[in-house]
């Protein structure tokens, strides 16, 4: 059952499109490298399309229509788009929904110290990394400072030609007799992780003067006091833009992959829905999937069954039973990144279960360690309604699961959306690399992606 490469199905007219959707894309994942900044650009985008604040709406008491498009912003970290159809929601939604949040280092609050003559700033870092990566290497500071006025000041520094960019020293290796006889999850420690900011002292500055100069940087062009670091959220990511990879063009490598692959691709495929779409579609950008989908902007917190309901009350059919009904109905794809096979690291995969760059858009029924523990299990049912909606529609797809049996394992959002009964599957893009500073995609997968997606809001 071995699935067809992609590429070799393209014509001219597909490979010109295939390119088109790969630099929106690069201009997406470039822009956009905090899930703060995904959706800043995702309103952009939406508000373009046509979308309207959910938030307004409500305000002005609009009543909603079939055809009728509306975007939720939830505390600025996560988003939803909703482009409603001819069915009442009581039939529920298609779902595509994906994660905008991806590994990387944190500030923590009091962040700032000085040593040796040089500023670093202390930082905790945020999902599953392999630490060692992320040492001797640019990075950018991108976030907010939140000031006691209300005011919030926006930062990203590291990513312009002429900017400044800061990174994580590493050891030498002609002193690195003992770290390099370490275990990998050992040679840099989570606290060890501190970035190098500074290393010009103040001429008339006795103690600390290196870090007085950087504070007084801070307060020149940002306006920002030390204090007001407590209420910040900053974050170091690799600096620079994503680049075309191998010498045919053929991948993209860059930050954050997983799992903007999908958010864009789910994005451009329910921006290329006719005006009045069968079902109502949502596109759905979730944060804090990388650390367990917790919080308020994670997919655990409510915001969807909220927004769901409020929808259902301005098109005048709202009732608890018509919500619990609806949330029931939906069809969801999770759309989350996969492990590519890496023939590099055979041993870590079970190879006619893998998913292969350049097969196109990939399912996994089941993700989970140990078991299946952890897992949503879809139901084959739903997968043979996938099969139909994948076949006659041309696309490029493949199984797979997360590397041999007992080997690691790994978690989306599709669990979370199952609580409320409906019909949910992972289909993602493989990825090489995952959740390494750069991470790499087929563009054929990419592009499988959006057309799957897309399929699958209409037919699902
Ligand atoms: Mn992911
Ligand atoms: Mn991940």
Known sequence: MERPNAWKT??????KALEKTAAAYRRYLDDGKTERECVTETVEMAEKAGYKNLDDLIKAETALKAGDKVYVNCMGKAIMLFHLGKQPLVKGMNIVGSHIDSPRIDLKQNPFYEDSDFAYADTHYYGGVKKYQWVARALALHGVICKKDGSVVEIAIGEKDDDPVVGISDLLIHLSAEQMSKKASEVITGEGLDITIGGRPLKDEDKNAVMANILGILKEKYG????????????????G???EYGLDRSMILGYGHDDRVCAYASLEALFDLP?????TCCCLLADKEEIGSVGATGMRAHYFENAYAEIMNLTGDYSELKLRRGLAACRMLSCDVSAGYDPLYASAFEKKNAAFLGRGVCYNKFTGSRGKS???????????RLRKIMDDNSICWQTAELGKVDVGGGGTIAYICALYGMEVIDSGVPVLSMHAPLEIISKADLYEAVKAYKAFMLNA
């Not at 393209?10 to 490979?15: F, Q, R």
């Not at 005006?275 to 079902?279: D, F, S, T």
């Open 10 to 15: 393209y014509d001219e007219k597909a490979l």
């Open 224 to 239: 920002i006091e030390e204090e007001d670091m407590l209420s910040a959220e900053i974050e170091a990511v690799p600096a």
């Open 241 to 243: 833009p994503s680049r």
């Open 275 to 279: 005006e009045v779409p069968e079902y």
């Open 374 to 384: 952890g897992s949503n299990d879809a139901n084959p049912e739903f997968i043979a």
